[in-house]
């Protein structure tokens, strides 16, 4: 129940020579109070050219479409009669609203952590800290509880973006035709993380998730397109455009972590938008400007329903290793999607423990199992358990030595 120091991360994934890139994509860590260390920026290789390379006339690329620009969050809407109006909400008055138990205290020491329990699971906050927990999952709120006139209360941003998510999930509406845009972060040049195991790159791991995955969920037919299929370097922005192009119904960015040169960091951590007037959870060095609102925005509610049911299941496969899902405003994969998106951190490869268990492909095939099994399980079809044996993986680049 402590507070876990989560907020310390400020990630880098993999080269310092490219952290603008990787700054907006997602990962990797170092202490905040250490700026970006722009000093181990790489110099670029020189080449050799031995003769004039031929000329040849570029394909015209059709520029992509920038990501819509963000905006000023509007005025809040008139608020209707059965919702909060105030800041801080008692914690009483809205398990009162919902016809749920009075909320109970379930903290034997000084420390204050009460309970509600909902229909569909039981929330856990504490006072003065902004770590909570729905069915034992930690997730972190965006303003820490307070007590004020002696009631636990509670901010009424967490009660629209955390608590009403939470337990109105699932919604019981049965999703059909899908089509999932699966993004395997960073390629090319931009290789992300480097495994403290074997010196492999985080790019060929995602990219070899990304197709594990796409080969479990094609079988149930659905559309499952990968922003890239090969070792290619693509900019934040087309990959944006690319599930735009493809109307996807769901975004989902994976990648895998790295804190290096800190080996100790560990577990899973997932990341969804920050909504409007929320602070995020991890910033990473950028400004934090609560004002803004992106075209993600609107999703806000499917985002954290979507990151909890992903981060619950992926968390059965690392030992519950949890890190918490996370909200963060300065990921540019996420802020420009007109869809729900997520973007799934699947361990440390800075740390050798888990970069060992990274290198494993039966450890990749059991994320990709968890992640499809409860995509489908959210889709009210079939769960794995009872459908027919998946397509074999495509071969895969990683090597496993
Ligand atoms: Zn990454």
Sequence with gaps: MALVSHNKGVSYCGRAFLFLCLALAGCSTAS??????????????????????????????????????????????????????????????????NSFAAPRRVSADASQVYA???????????IGSQTAHWNGLEYLLGFAPQIINGRPCIHNLDVRKNFEPLVTYPSGVVKSNRVIVIDPGH????????????????????????RRLQALLV????????????????ALSNRVVFAEQHKADLF?????????????????????????????NLTRGFHDNAGLSFPNNKFDVENLQYAVLLHRAVLKVNGFQDRGVRRARFL???????????????????????????????????????????LLQDSGTVSLATHPPAATPPASEVKTN
């Design 32 to 97: 905040r109070e250490r700026p970006p260390d722009f000093t181990l920026v790489s110099e670029p290789e020189q080449v050799v050219v031995t003769e004039p390379a031929p000329i040849v006339a570029a394909k015209p690329v059709p520029a992509p479409t920038p990501p819509p620009a963000p905006v000023l969050a509007p005025p809040p809407a008139p608020t209707p009669t059965n919702r909060f109006t105030e800041t801080w909400v008692p914690l009483e008055r809205w398990s009162q609203v």
């Design 116 to 126: 509600i329990t909902a229909s569909n699971g039981t929330m856990t906050v504490k």
């Design 252 to 280: 989902l960015s994976l990648h895998f972590n790295s804190s290096s040169p800190d080996h100790a960091q560990a577990g899973l951590e997932t990341y969804c938008l920050t909504p409007a007037g929320m602070p995020s």
């Design 219 to 234: 079988t149930n037919g659905w559309t499952i397109l990968l922003t890239r299929t090969n070792d290619l370097n693509l």
């Design 187 to 210: 390629g090319g040049m931009d290789t992300g993380a480097k495994s403290a195991y074997n010196n492999q790159f985080e790019k060929d791991y995602t990219l070899d998730l990304a």
């Design 332 to 374: 540019g994969v996420l802020q420009g999607q007109n869809r729900p998106a997520v973007l799934v951190e699947g361990g440390y490869l800075s740390n050798p423990k888990e970069a060992r268990q990274i290198a494993d492909p039966a450890y990749r095939q059991k994320l990709a199992e968890t992640l499809a099994g409860a």
